[in-house]
């Protein structure tokens, strides 16, 4: 029995929802799953928006063929060609061979790639700002390279103001029998996963959302309709917003988060005195353990916070392992526009802390504090004095709202 949601009269969500994979792209946790959004849009002419992950296969295409019942595919719309939106190509053009694929023409040379079947003669190539008449629906479509692959692209339905935005506003989580963001407590239960998702899926390409959000701002949106997670229709302004604040790589929020290496505790305590003593002058601070806690949360907390606080033993001569990736993620995340503090550890020879200030010199705009807290083996007494130097120049430096 097929399970599907409406969004609208005319148009009904046909994806599903996977809660047994442990890691999204190989490397990101989803403990609370992840749904594959695919949308049938039912006019005089029919379109299927993308397809989903091989993991769902099965259940989609009976939610399609079912939805649309004796009638033909005429089109297939790939805005992104990530196996886990096209696998299923290979399956529609099997079961409506006359369907035509409505991509771009970089989508189109990633389709070779990844298929060995002839899909030249159902191409149907569009260009920025290209229209598709469907009856009483018109689809306007607009390129977003690298949001987040060069192929990319979204299309707006203009006659029900709905836009299919690949994958931006998406989130992690499975949608659990609502399709809306309004259906739940998105704020409380999801917002975390929402910028999760951006910061580590889309986080490095700022300037390309950016530049996509400039175009969809001359477009009257009652609704988006995205690749993972929820439908929205209410509070758009909101979410845009966010992306907005993300895309700029501004913080969120005046804070600290504060991620340790530890291997005794040591650095750990360092750490910890560190957030106790911002927390007396009234500074947030939310702490991490880069051992336990996934690299993708880490990620996402950075985003969101004004000041980042890196406390890492000495290992091999280099960074702690776990924290040496850590950074080296958060780089290649594009982060900027932080204030960063260092404290340091080695029984023999401490050096973390100068190599986390190379690698935070790559990033644009990043102050890192003066005075790394340099620790041999345990914070002494008089060392005290140290940390809450570095607690009051990270007061000093944030800016109160």
């Known amino acids: 029995m097929h399970c599907t949601k409406k969004i609208s009269d005319d148009l009904t969500w046909v994806g599903a929802s996977d809660r047994r994979l442990a890691m999204f792209e190989g490397v990101y946790s989803v403990p609370y799953g992840v749904s594959y959004n695919s949308y049938l849009l039912l006019d005089g002419k029919t379109v299927l928006f993308d397809t989903v992950d091989k993991a769902v296969q099965q259940r989609f ?60 003669q159902n191409a149907y190539i569009v260009k920025e700002n290209d229209t598709l008449d469907i009856g009483k629906h018109k689809l306007r479509f607009m390129m977003a390279p690298m949001v987040h692959w060069p192929e990319v692209m979204v299309a707006y339905d203009s006659t029900d103001k709905i836009l299919f935005s690949a994958d931006a506003f998406g989130c992690f989580g499975a949608l659990n ?56 229709r209410r509070d758009i302004e909101g979410i845009i917003s966010k992306y907005s604040i993300w895309s700029s790589y501004e913080p969120e929020e005046n804070g600290v988060m504060i991620a340790y290496a530890t291997v005794y505790g040591n650095t750990e305590n360092a750490a910890e005195i560190l957030s106790s003593k911002l927390r007396d002058k009234g500074i947030k601070t939310r702490m991490f353990d880069v051992s336990v806690t996934p690299a ?76 790394t807290v340099s620790i041999k083996s345990g914070l002494k007494a008089e060392q005290l004095s140290e940390i809450e130097a570095m607690a009051d120049a990270i007061a000093a430096t944030i800016i109160k709202k």
């Open 177 to 232: 029998g609502a399709i809306f963001a309004d259906e739940v407590d998105f704020e409380k239960d999801y917002m975390d996963e929402a910028r999760r998702y951006y910061t580590n899926i889309v986080g490095k390409y700022g300037a390309q959302v950016a530049s996509l959000l400039k175009k969809i701002s001359a477009l009257d949106i009652e609704m988006i309709c995205p690749l993972h997670g929820f439908t929205w």
């Open 296 to 371: 993708s949360t880490i990620v996402s907390e950075s985003f969101r916070w004004s000041h980042l606080a890196f406390a890492s033993t000495t290992y091999n001569m280099g960074i702690f392992v776990t924290m040496e990736a850590l950074i080296s993620d958060l780089t290649a995340h594009n982060i900027q526009n932080r204030t960063v503090a260092v404290i340091e550890n080695g029984s023999w020879a401490p050096a973390s802390g100068g190599l986390i200030r190379e690698q935070f010199a790559k990033c644009k705009n990043i102050r890192v504090l003066e005075g």
């Open 61 to 120: 295409m009976e939610n399609l063929t079912e939805t649309l019942g004796a009638r033909e595919l005429d089109y297939l719309v790939i805005l992104h060609m990530e196996p886990d939106h096209s696998v299923a190509v290979r399956d529609v053009v099997a079961r409506y061979p006359d369907v035509k694929i409505v991509c771009s023409a970089k989508s189109m040379e990633m389709m070779k790639q990844f298929y060995d079947f002839d899909i030249g």
